[in-house]
Structures are given as C-alpha cells and as structure tokens.
C-alpha cells in the first residue's frame, strides 16, 4: 500500500483539485489518502467530509478539533500512515503525471537502498494559471548517496533540493529516523516538516531521481513560507534556520557554504526586522548570531548597530518601505 498525506487549512478553493489529483493515479493496487484537517475556519472541512463519503475505502480523515499547525498535523498524520511508502501533496498543491506512484514504486521496489525517490516539478501561478520550470536541478544523477547531499538540503534558499511534494519514501526508513529524534520531526520549533525528512532519508540511503515533472507547486498566494506580513515571515526564516543549524550542529556539518548560509539568513532576518519595524526583533537577531556562533556580514553588522537607536531603526524602516514601494510600481 502507498500511503499519501494531504494537510489542509483554509484551501476551500484548491482543496477538490489536490485530491483529484492522487485519485486519478493509476498502476497501483492499494492506495490510502491521510487528510490533516486542521480546523479551517472556511469550507475546507466540508469539501474534504465529502470526498471521504465519496471514498471510504481510500480517504481517512482526520478532522482536528483545534489548529495544530503545520508540523504538528503532518507529523500525527505520518504516524497514522500504514503502507509500506509515503508521498504528501498540499493541499494547495497538485500532481500531473498519473503514473508519478507507480515509478516511483517501481524504482523503489528495484532499489532497495533506496530511502527516497523525486522528481521535477512546475510552478504554478494561482493568479494567472501560467506554468514555468521550477529551475535548475542541484543532483540530477537517478542514483546519488544521500551523505553527498546533506550540506545542500540544510543550506537550501530557493529551489528546494528535494520537493517532498514530488517524492515518494520507505514508511518504515522514516519512522525509524522520527523514534531515534522525535524532537528533530514534531517539535514547531522548527516550523516547517519538509527539510528534516529530506535530510534523514538522505542521511540513510540513497536517493533516486526522476526528471519527469510531476506537480504543479502553487505561488502567487500567501502560505505558511510565503507571508505578507514581515513579522510573520521573520518567524518563518528564524525556524527554518534554526532547524538548519540544528542538524548542522548535530552532524557537525562545518563548511564555507554552511557559514555563508547562516550568515545570509542573519541578514534576511535583519531585514525582515526593519521593514516589519519591530525592534525587539533586532535582539533576537544579535541572539541568534551567539548560538549560531556566526559573525554577520559587514552591511548586516552596520545595520544591527544602526539599529540599535530607536529614531535609526525607525527611518531605516521607514527607507526601506519607501525603496520597496518605488520598486513596485516601477517594475
């Protein structure tokens, strides 16, 4: 059986076409549909109540009498997963290629130092409907020892390394990873669940690699890694980068990319902080660059010190909402 997880919040809109997409595959015998709901305040649950009478014998659902959050809602909904592998799809998301599971499977089932196998995917713009490639791909290789891939997952900016979305993985691989730190996967600290199940699968196998896109990953819209509000989104990158120096740290993963990473992130925080125009985050920036023991950049320096004046910290909020506005209706 092949177990997929769909959380789900708020997504009324995208909701039906997430599960249509895992409904349609074909060239499996025995699929189940885990859905997280995470007590949406719109019509979510309703769509998604609808879809589990439709099919009893594929969708479970499990509806959360309160929000739990992201990590927490996948990680409950993983351990509820009984096939022997386990793909996710958001629920803003959709998959494309109806034979994505049976490849995957197949490599898998070939392979059995396998721990993880996924694909090419698009981007899909909400707004507009148009599609475009989703970039260069980092390994490229159908086979690659997942150890040559963990300084790349942890310092990831952009394009993800490996899309949990696209990817198909070993039930009984992740598990283990999860009992053995069970803090590295449910603790919200970290705010995100992608990158540290990226990272232990590579960190036990290998991994395999299809070019053939199968998803189309949904932008153009506010979500958990996209937020409007600065504020919101400093959290965001603070967890994340927290995470990140977490499996550094306890891989002892130590290299010039690594440090340029942590040291990007301390300036995107430091940005975010100014434009949200919150100052008590600017200490929690100087605090992270103690236990990261990371140095700043010489600008992001220039600018915490900058900001450490209450008038300072407020004009440079002020220039850089004004830079940005100019930015906007220019371009």
Known sequence: MISVIVVTYNQECTIARTLDSI???????????IIGEDHSTDNTRRICEEYALRYPAIIRLFPNKE??????NYFDCLQACRGSYIADCAGDDFWIDEYKLKKQRDIMVAH???TLVHTDWWYYNENDGTKHPSGKQEYCDSLTDGKKMLTAIITQTTRPVIHLCTSLYRNDAIKKAYHEDANLFCNNEYGCEDLQIAFALAQSGCIAYLPDKT?????GHTSVSTQSDDAKQFEFVRKTAHLSHYLADKYHISNPQTDTFFKQKLHALTMHAIRSNRHPLIQKVKRLAIEWHTTPALYTRLLLVLSE?????????????TAA????HLF
Do not use: A
Not at 67 to 72: A, F, H, P, S
Not at 309 to 321: G, H, I, P, V
């Open 325 to 328: 506005h100019i930015k906007q």
């Open 67 to 72: 929000n739990k959050g992201v990590v927490r």
């Open 215 to 219: 998803l189309c990953y949904s932008i």
């Open 23 to 33: 409904l349609m595959q074909k060239g499996i015998q025995e699929l189940e549909i």
């Open 112 to 114: 059995p130092e396998v």
């Open 309 to 321: 004046y209450n008038s300072l910290f407020s004009l440079l909020s002020f220039l850089r909402k």
